[in-house]
């Protein structure tokens, strides 16, 4: 059981009969018994556990638990199809806060996070499961007190990994987490012996006497790496790090386990020096905001040139990258990486050609307050997705296939097939 996630088998040969169903493959996918997959249909991605024992090399039997006791209904698979090997040992947790009442508000984060989740399940191959989104909502709160995420809210995102290994021998939960954090933030100082490492992400609910509603970036990463809970840690923490010399940090809630296994590996990305602000700015035709750091992350983990001949993104590679990048944008920030050339690489990905197109779906006129839904195929069965018809709209689609957006109660749909020829396909409802 395990290997690298990404696709296997170069494809679905056939749609699956008999039951339990049987995916034949097109080549052999070597897949064992136990690998969480997950397999793109006609209602969406679908994730389940593989029973290969006893079947063809080219073929294996979907199931909904590790223990391959209930076998899986997965339907409208047709030829063509993929199967990716998810990072079954891989967990993210990413935030990103707009609206903070007390302070300006923020256009990017939001945007950011949306897109560094999006690369954690599509290229990262982390199961959808263990992917933590945390966010507020998508307007303007009237109030400090109706103002979300609090603290309590991201931490017990936090406080789900810690529940999630304190059953693991000696609590290895897995191979590597992601922290992205993206919104305000300050270095809370106050303390015998201060942190100027640290960036504090300030939760919606901050005020200018409340700036103790923070989360610690580097605490937080720092106690699931020293502790052996995964053997690698990524901090992407797209905050400012204005200091704070009369706010002490706010201490993790956070279990004082021993250490029963070798610290993790870090990787520790911050956008800007101690002391210093981190900017947001539109990108992008049509023009979306987004954090300059979080839009050179996300694009370099994007970015095919920069992987290695073996299709791999070094660790080291992307530092380098951050280093020169991120000024050149700005000219206001320098990052800062905390990265250890102890050995080989971390390697961050692999790239695969994959036959997905990005789609930017555009309403012309807007429907304001409508709602679009998306098919594969003319529309008939439940939704791959749905969004505002006011909006627009961006998404990953197998290359292909035919799809119908149509907005609800209304006669205003959009039949198209997905090419794969362009960067980004646009269609207009």
């Not at 002391?275 to 050179?296: C, Q």
């Amino acid at each position: 059981m395990g290997g690298e996630g990404g696709p296997v088998g170069g494809g679905i040969a056939a749609a699956p009969a008999g039951k339990p169903s049987v995916i034949e493959m097109a080549n052999a996918h070597g897949l064992g018994d136990g690998d969480l997959v997950r397999i793109s249909t006609a209602t969406g991605p679908k994730e389940c556990y593989v029973k290969a024992s006893g079947q063809s090399s080219n073929a294996f039997s979907p199931y909904e638990d590790a223990p391959l006791a209930q076998p899986s209904e997965v339907n409208g698979i047709v030829a063509g199809d993929t199967v990716e090997r998810l990072n079954a040992e891989d967990w993210a947790i990413i935030a990103g806060i707009n609206y903070y009442p007390a302070f300006t508000n923020l256009r990017g984060p939001v945007n950011d996070a949306k897109e560094f989740e999006r690369w954690t399940l599509r290229r990262g191959f982390v199961p959808k499961d263990q992917v933590k989104f945390v966010s507020g909502p998508g307007e303007p709160p009237r109030s400090l007190e109706e103002a979300m995420p609090t603290r309590d809210q991201l931490g017990d995102r936090f406080q789900e990994l810690v529940d999630a290994a304190s059953s693991k021998k000696y609590h290895r939960l897995g191979r590597r987490l992601y922290v992205f954090l993206s919104g305000h933030g300050i270095v809370a100082t106050l303390a015998s012996i201060p942190d100027y490492r640290e960036a504090a992400l300030l939760m919606a609910n901050a005020g200018a006497k409340t700036l103790g509603r923070h989360i610690g970036a580097r605490a937080h990463a720092e106690w699931f790496r020293a502790l052996g809970v995964f053997d690698e840690v990524v901090l992407i923490a797209d905050c400012c790090r204005d200091l704070e010399d009369n706010v002490p940090p706010a201490i993790p809630d956070l279990p004082k386990w021993r250490p029963q296994r070798p610290a993790g590996r870090p990787f520790y990305a911050f956008p800007t020096m101690l002391g210093s602000k981190a900017f947001e700015r539109g990108f992008g035709n049509p023009e979306t905001v987004r954090g300059i750091f979080s839009y050179v992350v996300v694009d370099a983990l994007n970015n095919s040139k920069l992987y290695n001949a073996q299709g791999a993104l070094p660790a080291s590679v992307l530092e380098k990258h951050l280093y020169i990048t991120v000024p050149n944008l700005t000219g206001k920030q320098n990052p800062i990486v905390e990265y250890l050339h102890d050995g080989d690489d971390i390697i961050f990905a692999k790239w695969f050609h994959r036959d997905r197109q990005k789609i930017e779906i555009k309403f012309d006129p807007p429907c304001p307050g409508g709602i679009a839904d998306l098919f594969r195929g003319v529309g008939s069965g439940k939704p791959l997705d749905s969004s505002p018809s006011d909006q627009a709209w961006s998404d990953d689609l197998d290359a292909g296939f035919l799809y119908k957006v149509a907005i609800r109660g209304t006669n205003r749909s959009r039949l198209f097939e997905v090419t794969g020829n362009d960067e980004v396909q646009i269609v207009t409802v």
